[in-house]
């Protein structure tokens, strides 16, 4: 402690000034993959990417690495309006010195709001209110983070959830009708996923299902 307070005491301004930016810049590098998941569209992305996956019963195929980078770069895509807006009103003013941390952080959390608030539950959002025994909020910049983050993971997990369910679908009925004409063939002991995967690959590929799914998901948001 007082070896912290000798440093302040022995640096100008300038110098307490750059060692706290860096400070700030370490604190939000360690909690940036907490933030990319839980304040963006990653989340609804990697289930739904997910989901898919395992409707095809490829197993590992396409890989986690593969799932993940096409998840951060669609996130990266369709958050970039926003990570723009921030640095445009919040970190550029605030590295020139135009503008104190704690207004930084405000005009941060203004474009983080918007977009959550737009993709999250009115009951996710209230449920979290009525527990914190929060105000309710008369504006979206009203709405504390603290009940807005949690409420938003929610809301996309859900999304992600009835999004998962309609890819299901049409895997299903392939499994079901292999199924039904395996036995109806006197073939019960020869899997049906054995004899279902290439035909629901070749749909897949036939239909550009990785197109559509993508389609869907930037048409989600």
Same mark, same amino acid.
């Given at each position: 402690m007082?070896?912290?307070?000798?440093?302040?005491?022995?640096?100008?301004?300038?110098?307490?000034?750059?060692?706290?930016?860096?400070?700030?810049?370490?604190?939000v590098?360690?909690?940036?993959?907490?933030?990319?998941?839980?304040?963006?569209?990653?989340?609804?992305?990697?289930?739904?990417?997910?989901?898919?996956?395992?409707?095809?019963?490829?197993?590992?195929?396409?890989?986690?690495q593969?799932?993940?980078?096409?998840?951060?770069?669609?996130?990266?895509?369709?958050?970039?309006?926003?990570?723009?807006?921030?640095?445009? =009103?919040?970190?550029?003013?605030?590295?020139?010195?135009?503008?104190?941390?704690?207004?930084?952080? =405000?005009?941060?959390?203004?474009?983080?709001? =918007?977009?959550m608030?737009?993709?999250?539950?009115?009951?996710?959002?209230?449920?979290?209110?009525?527990?914190?025994?929060?105000?309710?909020?008369?504006?979206?910049?009203?709405?504390?983070?603290?009940?807005?983050?949690?409420?938003?993971?929610?809301? =996309?997990?859900?999304?992600?959830?009835?999004?998962?369910?309609?890819?299901?679908?049409?895997?299903?009925?392939?499994?079901?009708?292999?199924?039904?004409?395996?036995?109806?063939?006197?073939?019960?002991?020869?899997?049906p996923?054995?004899?279902?995967?290439?035909?629901?690959?070749?749909?897949?590929?036939?239909?550009?299902?990785?197109?559509?799914?993508?389609?869907?998901?930037?048409?989600?948001?």
């Open positions: 007082n070896e912290f307070m000798q440093f302040f005491n022995n640096n100008s301004p300038e110098q307490v000034s750059s060692a706290v930016k860096l400070l700030l810049l370490l604190t590098l360690s909690l940036a993959p907490s933030i990319l998941i839980l304040m963006t569209s990653f989340t609804r992305i990697v289930i739904v990417l997910s989901f898919v996956r395992t409707g095809l019963g490829t197993q590992q195929i396409p890989p986690n593969v799932i993940v980078g096409l998840a951060l770069f669609l996130t990266f895509f369709i958050m970039a309006p926003t990570f723009s807006q921030v640095n445009k =009103e919040a970190l550029t003013p605030l590295f020139n010195d135009k503008i104190t941390l704690d207004q930084a952080y =405000e005009k941060a959390s203004v474009p983080f709001k =918007e977009f608030s737009k993709q999250t539950r009115q009951e996710d959002l209230q449920l979290f209110l009525d527990y914190s025994h929060a105000k309710q909020p008369k504006t979206v910049q009203d709405i504390p983070m603290t009940s807005l983050v949690p409420a938003f993971a929610i809301s =996309e997990i859900k999304t992600a959830f009835q999004i998962g369910f309609m890819v299901f679908i049409p895997f299903i009925v392939i499994d079901m009708v292999v199924a039904s004409v395996l036995m109806s063939m006197g073939m019960m002991m020869l899997p996923v054995m004899i279902s995967l290439p035909f629901k690959i070749l749909l897949f590929v036939m239909v550009d299902g990785w197109y559509l799914v993508v389609k869907s998901l930037l048409e989600s948001f």
